[in-house]
């Protein structure tokens, strides 16, 4: 035991000396961090240019006036600057071609009636070449409208099928436009498993990272064994195991610190909450766990530290991006399960979970699937021909 | 006294090679012996096998009575390994070197502090033991990587070509160290493809080459080997014919052969012979501008062996 203390420290002091694993442990995911966080932050900010709608509208037609109200009141609705130009057809064609209007909405004649008597009516939506964000705003607004204008369409062709009088027609499609909806959905945040911009962004970088972190110390033995220190380290009278078993402990304690750290600054930076911290502590040990046993397995099939750095890039990233540490991921179809036994998915569920409240007994999943993605690649490992330094 | 190394028939294949093919060769205490050979020959594959990095296909290794493998701990405990690569951690201080591998083998409390200061004094590295070791010179960084070896006071030092790529004067540190360290009892294992190296320190030498051991015994008697004649070469001017009828009566002397301004002389012992050859030639008149003395060496010992250079 001492012999294997002996050996973690030293090569603890080492690591801490040679700056390259601080930077990649700390400088780098912090600095990628702050990076990310001001470019989504500017996104999130985005400022809304103000937009002209040139709608021609028939005189008399009370639903083609509801059209051109409902653009109107998006004037001053949130961000929106909205100003409506109510002209003819010929002129609102004229607007969008000179840029004068974004877009033009141009109500045909007889669209309330056509809508009242459930016939089929189209609404011209002339984009034009300069229309923004603004203008698909405005037009799915419009879109809306128009469907529950059409919702009134087919009460009509409906009651008619039912043989429902034609002087109750008009009361139905009332109903049906401005009843307002049967059905209403709200947005509401997950109990679980669902992490906010800012924690999203600490967490996978922090994940990411960890796989690079956890790699100073298990393919060190390569570094060993090119230097010559290997030799010296099997002539000693202390059994090999141990000597595998310290570099595996250096990679544990470099990624449990290295993703503590990160975090933590991140929480603080990034007004991340992550929830319980032991539930976190946690999931961080179990991650570190499952990363550092991929590293066993690039131990064995690299024939020097250069390819082991090259093997733990490409894994890193592989893991890192099919997690989600720089954006959610989601797929469909019959392997969509393999990206959930990603260890830095489990652990972005993970603390998704705990920052939704959830506590250790919550992490179950999680924390399975880390665990059980170690023991696969410890396993596969052994079943890897080793180059000469695990043997 | 029982000897500290014995090495009985190793052999080492790899794939189709057989690198190391029935080695044997023994070490006493207080013995220094030579592994002569070159590049390739098989040197450093037995060493791997005597230090238990590497198992042996076939033969044993035991190091002061235990059976020495790569799995055995004790056997290791009796051994310093100085490899051929610089095996040190660079980030580390001479002195953070020296006591993580003292540890290691188990030396601790006032005892490897002691032992450190101790190997710091003897390889010249007391005022930089606080200096990264990656800061020292290369002769400072091998100087380092010898005295690691030595830490623990090992009953067998192993030495794999420990000046390989040193500087002239670190190398006759090194070589002045290791002749120290024979006188102190240790038993040496020394690799080299250096001859004058084998020749200065080596009590006895074991010439390998294609896995193999040649031959073995101390200078002498490899030198007997090839017959162990010397030469003793005349350049001049005057009657050398006249001069060599005389000289081939001089007992010890077994041939002459003459140019036009030289004569040759095949002999027993050129140094005992030198001074009455001189004088029976200058008596015929002749007039000497050259004298040259040479005597086998282990390179012509070597050469006799295995028809090539050390260096080939």
Redesign the interface.
Known sequence: MRQLLALTAADLLQRVRDKTVVIFALVVPMALMTVFNLVFSATDGLDLAPVTVAISAPAGDDMAQVLTSVVSDLDGTGELDVTVHEVDEAAGRKQVEDGDAAIALLVPTGFGQAAQQGEAVTVEAVRGDEAGIEADIVLSVVDGVLGQFASGAVTVRAALAEGVAPTELAALVEQATSGGPAYDLRQGRAADEQLDSGAALVAGQAGLFLLFTVSFGVTGLLVDRESGTLSRLRSMPIPAWLIIASKALVSFVLGVVATGVLLTLGSYLFDADFGSLPAVAVLVVCATAAGTSVMFLIVRVARSSEQAGIATSIVALVLGIGGGAFFPVSSTGPFTWVLDLNPVAALLRGLGTTSGGGGIADIGVPVAIMLGFGAVMLAVSRLVPDHGVLS | MADVLVVDSLVRRFGDLTAVDGVSFRIAPGETYGLLGPNGAGKTTTI?MV???MAADAGTVTVAGEAMT??T??P??H?G?V???????P??SGR?NLA??G????L?GSELKVRVEEVLELIGLADRAKD?SKEYSGGMKRRLNIG?GLLHQPTLLILDEPTVGVDPQSRHAILESVEALSGEGMAVLYTTHYMEEAERLCDRIGIIDSGRLQAEGTRDELIRLIGGVDTIRLGGTGDLAGAAEELRLIPGVERVDTERRAATLTVKDAPALVAQVVGTATSYGVTLFDVEISRPDLESVFLHLTGKGLRD
Do not use: W
């Open positions: 791997s230090a238990g990095l790569p799995r701990t004790e290791k405990r051994v390994l490899p051929q690569e610089l095996a040190i951690y980030d580390l953070e993580l591998f540890r290691l083998q188990g601790r990264r690691i």
